[in-house]
């Protein structure tokens, strides 16, 4: 997925901000990777134990990082 606010100067500055702050919070890690040439994060759900709420608190730190 990939942050694109309305009238940012450099999307991808602004998704790796979000990816460093979400990361250095502990709570959660995002990585990244290019596509067509454009920096887009990424989340892995894929652990068993990952749960629903561990999944709002991604959402909710994303929103309040836009």
Known sequence: ???????AA?????NERIMNSINASGEAYLS????NGKFTLRL????????ERHIRKVW???????
């Not at 450099?10 to 602004?14: G, L, M």
């Not at 990244?32 to 596509?35: I, N, P, V």
Request: glycine fraction near 6%; charged fraction near 30%; hydrophobic fraction near 30%.
């Open 44 to 51: 892995s759900v894929g652990s068993i134990r990952v749960e």
């Open 32 to 35: 990244h990777t290019k596509l």
């Open 1 to 7: 997925f990939r942050a694109n606010p309305q009238g």
């Open 60 to 66: 909710e730190q994303l929103n309040e990082l836009l």
């Open 10 to 14: 450099d999307p991808d500055e602004i």
